[in-house]
């Protein structure tokens, strides 16, 4: 007997199951909100040098004072990063004169004078993480990423061995803790050091959430809830939009976007351990009382289980086993799903968050790009919704990422003046991404084995955050080839995309239980199929 069978027995999605899925949407729905924070914690407004003495030029309006004391782009702005060592009065009777030697030009001396018109203050402003800085500020992403990706390995590990409901409350718990942190650094490396922790917490509630609710769907409805969830995740990032756009001061938006995760740890209460973890590592009592409260509140109040019966499940389970990550690599079917689905992830999220990082590019202030690339995810979880079901999870996957590869691609040769026409295929692209990312989450879920998810999860994640950390930085090879970082987008989404196709298809295939129903031959079967052969529904009910 399987557990989808039990599922069956109390109805695999009533009422139990949508209180479960709604309220793991709220941590989903705030992780944008961290993840995509970058974007306006960082932002740099428009600057030039700190003009030292200005006093003395009470005559002369602001732009006078510029001319005469800072260099111009060929295009006629301000130069953010130089200054004329004396001022060059001359050009005020013709400011399209060159300097006369370009020795009298510096770096800035005496810091920089920002642009408040749009932000009251970021990290930029706030340390000067501008010019030959400017590299820190990229590293602040990589460092939230860095600690995702150390996040995902610790608690892929610790979600299998202590549980996901445990797990996600001390990730949650982190979470508070560390954004609040951060939002009080007194310096760069102690917001470098908090944002990296905050990163790691999050990396719980990313891993955790999804197989949480899936583990206690049926087959028919688990592409559904799958969808759902991540739905919360595109709500989040329109939300990030307007609290970005109402909170203009870095220290009250870190505040403002870490304050939901008490709501979530509140919420949490309701939530349930996972009943197939719980057989999984034979604590059949646990489980047992869950799935007598599932079934009367699904009014089945005629299901009974005994708990010798869920034993009996277990036993094939081999309990009191540790699974570490290396046993994703010891036997050969798991270790080419393991391969594949590392290289998958890596090339989901390098190009994911290379596009949604790129948010002044589409002629639209960036508040509204934000809010236009959240809200096209929408339109395209939906059709990702009937693709998978209908052509499989192994097409839709391997397609959506081939597609953003594409875009990206078209991009590089579509002239700059075609405005309109660039931004139509950017935000199809971005579609395509978040398609790509949807899909990765149920799909993983479904190919590794109940006692090896997590470990599963917590691998294709670090594999993903691997990607998510060195996308931000790979903006700065622009000064090699101005191309450069759309060629490489574009050539690992589609390398990806590609090695999807050697994964093996899930669609109406049982959520595996044990290893060895990953490494023997898969039989498909319709979503309603009943216990196997041998062992009889009946016979374990009392």
């Given amino acids: ?139 602040t992403a990589t460092f939230f990423f860095i600690g995702v990706t150390m996040g995902a390995v610790v608690f892929g590990y610790l979600s299998d061995r202590f549980g996901r409901k445990a797990m996600l409350l001390l990730s949650l718990v982190c979470a508070v803790v560390f954004g609040m942190l951060s939002a009080a650094s007194v310096s760069y490396s102690m917001l470098a050091i908090t944002r990296t922790l905050t990163g790691v917490a999050l990396s719980g509630v990313s891993l955790i959430v999804l197989p949480l609710g899936m583990e206690w769907v049926d087959v028919e409805h688990r592409t559904f809830s799958g969808i759902l969830t991540s739905m919360f995740w595109s709500i989040g990032n329109m939300l990030l939009a307007a609290v970005a756009y109402l909170v203009r001061e870095w220290r009250w938006l870190l505040v403002a976007v870490t304050g939901p995760c008490l709501l979530s740890i509140v919420c949490l209460w309701w939530v349930p351990e996972s009943a197939r973890w719980l057989i999984a590592n034979g604590k059949v009592k646990q489980a047992h009382r869950h799935l007598l409260r599932c079934a009367r509140m699904n009014g089945r109040k005629d299901f009974a289980v005994s708990p010798e019966a869920l034993r009996r499940m277990a036993t094939d389970k081999k309990l009191g086993e540790n699974y570490s990550y290396i046993t994703l690599f010891r036997t050969p079917v798991l270790r080419k799903i393991s391969l594949c689905s590392g290289t998958l992830w890596f090339g989901v999220a390098f190009s994911y968050y290379g596009m949604s990082m790129n948010l002044t590019g589409f002629g639209l202030n960036m508040y509204l790009s934000q809010f236009v690339f959240g809200f096209i995810e929408i339109p395209a979880k939906m059709i990702m919704y009937v693709l998978v079901n209908r052509v499989g999870r192994r097409q839709s996957q391997a397609w959506a990422l081939i597609l953003t590869g594409l875009c990206i691609g078209a991009n590089i040769v579509i002239p700059k003046p075609f405005s309109p026409l660039r931004s139509a295929v950017a935000i199809m692209g971005k579609g395509c991404s978040e398609a790509a990312f949807t899909t990765a989450f149920l799909y993983t879920c479904e190919l590794y084995p109940t006692v090896l998810r997590q470990n599963g999860m917590g691998y294709s994640s670090f594999m993903a955050r691997l990607g998510g950390a060195l996308a931000p930085l790979v903006f700065l090879l622009d000064e090699v080839w101005r191309s450069l970082p759309e060629v490489t987008y574009c050539g690992v989404a589609v390398c990806g995309g590609l090695v999807a196709f050697l994964l093996p298809e899930t669609l109406h295939v049982r959520l595996p239980e044990g290893i060895e129903d990953i490494e023997k031959a898969q039989v498909k079967g319709p979503p309603q199929s009943g216990a196997p052969k041998g062992m009889p529904l009946q016979s374990l009910l009392k």
């Fill in 1 to 139: 007997m399987k557990f989808e069978d039990l599922l069956l027995e109390i109805d695999g999605f009533g009422k139990f199951q949508i209180l479960i899925l709604f309220i793991l949407c709220l941590p989903r729905m705030n992780l944008p909100m961290h993840f995509l924070l970058h974007n306006f914690l960082a932002a740099t407004p428009s600057h030039h040098c700190a003009i030292p003495h200005q006093e003395a030029f009470v005559n002369l309006t602001m732009e006078e004072v510029l001319l005469i004391s800072i260099p111009r782009e060929p295009d006629g702005t301000f130069k953010s990063c130089e200054m004329f060592s004396q001022p060059q009065f001359h050009l005020l009777l013709n400011s399209s004169l060159q300097p006369e030697n370009n020795s009298i030009i510096q770096e800035c001396q005496h810091g920089w004078v920002y642009d408040r018109s749009q932000f009251t203050s970021t990290i930029s402003t706030q340390w000067d993480l501008v010019c030959e800085q400017r590299g820190l500020n990229q590293a």
